[in-house]
C-alpha cells in the first residue's frame, strides 16, 4: 500500500470511530429539543402506528345517503341499519344527519305533499326508522331538506325554496312533536361560491324550520372550490382554476352575514381542496364562523376523491391527516359523508371495515 493511500485509509477509520461516538449523543440531544418528534418513530406493535394517536378530531357525527344518485345502494332493512347504528355508537358518534329526504322523483318517507308532485312510493318509511333508532342509541337526527334537482339543472334555488315550503311544515308535523330523536335541520343545498340567491334561499328555508320547530339548530355543508372540485361524472380529478384562500374568504364572509341569524353551523367538505392546503382554508372558515357567532363543524369526507374510481373508501392517513388540521383549527364537531358506505363493517365495500379499525386504533377505542 502506498504511504498516501495508507493515511487516507486511517484518516477514514478515525472518521468513522469518532462517529460510531458521537452520532449517539447527537441523536441524544437532538431528542432532548425536540421531544414531540421522537415520538413519530415510536412504533406501537398492537396498531403499527409510528405517529402520534388521538391528535385529531373524533368524527362524532354522520350523514345517511341514502338518496343518491353515484354511490350505489346498500338495499339494507331495519335489521342492517340497526347494526350501522350499533357500529356508529362504539366510536362515539352522537349525531346523524339525514343528507336529503328525497332526491327528484325518489323520496325517502311517504310524502303526502312529494307524492303529489310525481314523487314515486317508497317502500318504507326511511325517517321514521331513523328517529327510532336515533332514539334508540341515544343520538340526534338532523333532517335533511328535499332536493328536486330543480337547481342543479338551472342554477335557480327558488324550486327548491318552494318546494320544502310545504315538506318543512309536514315532517315537522308528522314526526317533530312525535320523537324527541329530532334534534335539527340540515338545510341541504350545497354550494361553494357566492351562488345567487343562495343567501336569501338559505335564510328562508333556516327561518321556517327555526319557526316551526321551536328554534332546533340548522346547518350547511358546502363545499370549497379548490383543485379537486370538478364533476363526479367526469374524468379529471384536478382542475386549474381554483378559488384562493382570499377569494374564499371573501365571498363567505357576505354569505355567513346574511344567514348567521337562522343558520347555526356549517360544516365545510373538505376533500376538494389538497392536503397541504388544509390549514389555510381551515383557519378561515373557523375565524369566520368565528366572527359571526356560529358553530365551525367539518364535513371530514371519508371517500377518496384522489382515484379514478368513483367512489371508494378513502384511505386512512388521507382521513387522519383531514381531522387533525381540523383539530389544530379549533373546530367545533366533525361529521363525515359518510359512515354507512364508507366506514362501516358490514359496508358493501371491504375496505370500509379496516377504515373503521384503523380509526379506532389510532383514537384507542376498545
Known amino acids: 500500500m502506498k504511504p498516501s ?45 409510528i405517529v402520534p394517536k388521538e391528535a385529531g378530531l373524533r ?3 354522520t350523514f345517511l345517503d341514502e338518496i343518491s344518485h353515484d354511490i350505489p345502494h346498500q338495499n339494507w332493512g331495519p335489521k342492517e341499519w340497526d347494526q350501522d347504528f350499533r357500529h356508529m355508537k362504539a366510536i362515539g358518534i352522537d349525531t346523524v ?9 325518489f323520496i325517502t318517507y311517504p310524502s303526502p305533499y312529494l307524492l303529489k308532485q310525481g314523487c314515486y312510493m317508497p317502500s318504507m318509511d326511511l325517517v321514521d326508522l331513523f328517529l327510532r333508532l336515533a332514539e334508540k342509541y341515544g343520538m340526534k337526527f338532523y333532517f335533511g331538506l328535499y332536493d328536486s334537482g ?23 308535523n308528522l314526526y317533530g312533536n312525535k320523537y324527541k330523536s329530532f334534534g335539527g335541520w340540515y338545510i341541504s343545498g350545497e354550494i361553494s361560491r357566492a351562488t345567487k340567491g343562495a343567501i336569501s334561499a338559505f335564510h328562508t328555508m333556516g327561518k321556517q324550520c327555526k ?34 384562500v382570499e377569494q374564499h374568504e371573501r365571498e363567505w364572509d357576505e354569505i355567513f352575514n346574511g344567514i348567521h341569524d337562522v343558520v347555526d353551523a356549517c360544516a365545510f367538505q373538505d376533500g ?28 371530514a369526507e371519508s371517500f377518496d376523491r384522489d382515484m379514478p374510481i368513483r367512489f371508494l373508501p378513502i384511505k386512512f392517513d388521507k382521513l387522519r391527516m383531514k381531522l387533525e388540521a381540523a383539530k389544530r383549527a379549533g373546530y367545533d364537531k366533525a361529521i363525515t359523508f359518510e359512515f354507512s358506505h364508507f366506514m362501516s363493517p358490514q359496508s358493501a365495500y371491504l375496505q370500509a371495515g379496516h377504515l373503521y379499525n384503523r380509526y379506532k386504533e389510532y383514537f384507542n377505542i376498545r
Not at 344527519?97 to 322523483?105: A, H
Not at 330543480?150 to 315537522?172: F, L, P
Open 211 to 244: 319557526d316551526v320547530s321551536g328554534g332546533l339548530p340548522t346547518f350547511i355543508s358546502p363545499w370549497i372550490d379548490g383543485k379537486k372540485a370538478v364533476m363526479a361524472s367526469g374524468s379529471k380529478l384536478t382542475k386549474e382554476q381554483a378559488v384562493s
Open 97 to 105: 344527519i339525514m343528507i336529503r329526504s328525497g332526491y327528484r322523483k
Open 59 to 61: 368524527i362524532t357525527g
Open 5 to 49: 493511500s495508507r493515511r487516507n485509509f486511517l484518516k477514514k477509520v478515525a472518521v468513522a470511530a469518532t462517529s460510531a461516538i458521537v452520532a449517539p449523543e447527537i441523536i441524544k440531544a437532538a431528542a432532548k429539543a425536540e421531544p414531540a418528534n421522537s415520538q413519530l418513530f415510536e412504533t406501537d406493535t398492537k396498531s403499527g402506528l
Open 272 to 299: 376538494h381542496i389538497d392536503y397541504d392546503e388544509l390549514d389555510a382554508f381551515f383557519t378561515v372558515n373557523k375565524k369566520l364562523a368565528d366572527k359571526y357567532g356560529m358553530k365551525c363543524w367539518t364535513n
Open 150 to 172: 330543480r337547481y342543479w339543472d338551472t342554477g335557480d334555488m327558488s324550486h327548491e325554496v318552494e318546494h320544502n315550503k310545504y315538506v318543512i311544515d309536514e315532517v315537522w
